[in-house]
C-alpha cells in the first residue's frame, strides 16, 4: 500500500529530473511525450506511472507496431482513464486495464497516417500554470518558416503557453506578489529552460500574436542534416545574422541590438505562422524608397506640411510571381480556384507586408519599399501569412467615431 510520503517523495524536483533523464529519455520523443502527459496531467500517480513505464518497456520491446503507433495507443488510452470507477481500480490492475484498452484499440483502429497537406506539422505544447504544467499533442498545427526549415526536427520545437489555473490570460492581481510570481515563475522557464519527455527545451522566440496570448517558442538542441548543431542561439542568429546589419549606416540600422523588446519583435516575423509559397532570388528582388505625400500637421490650412510615407508597409509583385504564389498554395488541384486574389500578406527574410499586383513589372519580380524592410538577410523564401481575394470587413477604432461625432 502506497503512502502519502511515497508520493511526496516522487514529485521533488530531483525525482522528477531523474524520471526525465534516464526512464523516458529510453523512450522515442514521441511515445515519451505521451507517458509524461499521464503524471503531469494527473492522470497517473507517481507510483504507478513507474509500472506503467515498465508496462510500455516491454510492448516497444516485442510488438510489431511502430513508436509513433505507441504513442497514439497511449494518448487514447489518457482519454480511457477518467472513466475507470472504484470497483474497477480495486479488482484489476494497471496492466489487465491497459491490457484491455489494448486490444479494443488494435481491432477498431483504422490506418495509421502521418500524411499533412504543405505548411503543416504535428506539434507539441505544453501550459506552465502558476502550479503545474500541462502536457497536449500531438496536434497538427500550421508552422512557420523556422520549422519547415528544419521539418526533420520538428518535434525539437515545443510550445508554451502561460496561462491561470483555468486555462485563461494571466491578470495582474493586486492580492499576489506579481513581481515575484514572474521572475519566479516565468522568468525561471524562460532562462532555464523545461525538461520534458526526456528532452531539454529553451526559449526560443515568439511570434507577435503568440506573445499577446503569452505564447512562446522553445527548442532542444539538435544535429542538422549538414551535422550542424543548432541551438536556440544558433537559430536566432540565422534569423537576423548581426554581420549583416552593420553596413550602411549602422547606427541608424542595428541600435535595436540594445532595445531587446524591438529585437524580440523583429525575430517573431521568422516565427508568424505562414505557408510556404516560393524561393526568389536576389536579383528577383528590388528594394525602392518609399512613396511619399505630403499631409497636414493640424487642422488649420496654413499649417505645415510633413511627408507620410503613401506606401507604407506595401509593395508589388509581377503577374508571373502572383500566378506561382496561388499554384504553390494549390498543388492538389488541376485548375486553379477563381477568383485569384489580388494581393498577399507576406513575409521574406527580414521583410513584412502587403504585395499588389504591378502589372509593369515584367517576369518574375517583386519590389520592397524600405518601410517593409525591417533588418537585412539572405534568406529569399516567400511565406504567405494572408491572401485577399474579396474585400474585407472595415471596422471602426474610437478615433474614427470620434470624428464622426464632432462631424455632425
Known amino acids: 500500500m502506497n503512502k ?39 492522470l497517473l500517480n507517481p507510483i504507478d506511472i513507474r509500472a506503467f513505464c515498465d508496462i510500455i518497456d516491454r510492448r516497444a520491446k ?15 488510452f489518457a482519454q480511457h482513464i477518467p472513466t475507470w470507477t472504484l470497483p474497477i481500480l480495486k479488482t484489476t490492475t494497471l496492466e489487465q486495464r491497459f491490457q484491455k484498452f489494448e486490444e479494443e484499440f488494435w481491432r477498431t483502429r483504422g490506418n495509421f497516417s502521418e500524411t499533412l497537406r504543405p505548411g503543416w506539422f504535428w506539434g507539441y505544447r505544453v501550459t506552465v500554470t502558476p502550479t503545474t504544467m500541462k502536457l497536449e499533442g500531438r496536434t497538427h498545427e500550421q ?3 523556422i520549422i519547415r526549415r528544419f521539418s526533420y526536427q520538428s518535434d525539437r520545437f515545443l510550445r508554451v503557453n502561460f496561462t491561470d ?10 492580492d499576489v506578489d506579481g513581481e515575484t510570481f ?7 522557464i524562460l532562462g532555464y529552460g523545461l525538461d520534458i519527455a526526456g528532452r531539454h527545451y529553451d526559449f526560443l522566440g515568439y511570434s507577435n500574436s503568440g506573445l ?4 512562446m517558442w522553445f527548442i532542444s538542441s539538435f544535429r542538422d542534416r549538414a551535422g ?18 552593420t553596413s550602411g549606416n549602422a547606427e541608424e540600422e542595428f541600435i535595436l541590438i540594445r532595445q531587446p523588446a524591438k529585437f524580440g519583435a523583429r525575430l517573431a516575423q521568422a516565427f508568424s505562422t505562414t505557408e510556404p509559397a516560393i524561393e526568389l532570388t536576389a536579383d528577383e528582388i528590388e528594394y525602392r524608397p518609399d512613396i511619399k505625400v505630403e499631409r497636414p500637421n493640424g487642422t488649420d490650412s496654413d499649417t ?33 480556384p477563381e477568383p485569384a486574389p489580388g494581393a498577399y500578406q507576406i513575409r521574406i527574410g527580414g521583410a513584412k507586408g502587403v504585395l499588389g499586383i504591378n502589372p509593369d513589372l515584367k517576369g518574375r519580380k517583386i519590389v520592397l519599399h524600405k518601410s517593409m524592410v525591417k533588418f537585412k538577410s539572405t534568406d529569399y523564401g516567400l511565406h504567405i501569412a494572408n491572401k485577399f481575394d474579396h474585400p474585407l470587413h472595415l471596422f471602426l477604432n474610437r478615433w474614427d467615431l470620434r470624428g464622426y461625432r464632432d462631424e455632425e
Open 4 to 42: 502519502p510520503a511515497d508520493f511526496l517523495e516522487w514529485t521533488g524536483d530531483a525525482k522528477m529530473l531523474e524520471f526525465n533523464n534516464k526512464t523516458l529519455s529510453k523512450f522515442p520523443f514521441s511515445l515519451a511525450f505521451q507517458i509524461a502527459a499521464l503524471l503531469h496531467n494527473g
Open 212 to 215: 499577446r496570448e503569452h505564447s
Open 143 to 145: 508552422s512557420n518558416g
Open 165 to 174: 489555473e483555468e486555462r485563461l490570460q494571466m491578470r495582474w492581481d493586486r
Open 182 to 188: 514572474v521572475k519566479e515563475r516565468i522568468g525561471r
Open 228 to 245: 550542424k548543431l543548432q541551438t536556440a542561439e544558433t537559430i536566432r542568429a540565422y534569423i537576423l545574422d548581426v554581420s549583416l546589419q
Open 304 to 336: 505645415l506640411v510633413t511627408p507620410g510615407e503613401f506606401t507604407d508597409g506595401y509593395g508589388c509583385m509581377s503577374l508571373r510571381v502572383a500566378e506561382e504564389i496561388w499554384r504553390a498554395l494549390n498543388p492538389d488541384v488541376e485548375e486553379l
Open 62 to 76: 516485442f510488438n510489431t507496431h511502430s513508436s509513433d503507433e505507441l504513442a497514439d495507443l497511449v494518448a487514447h
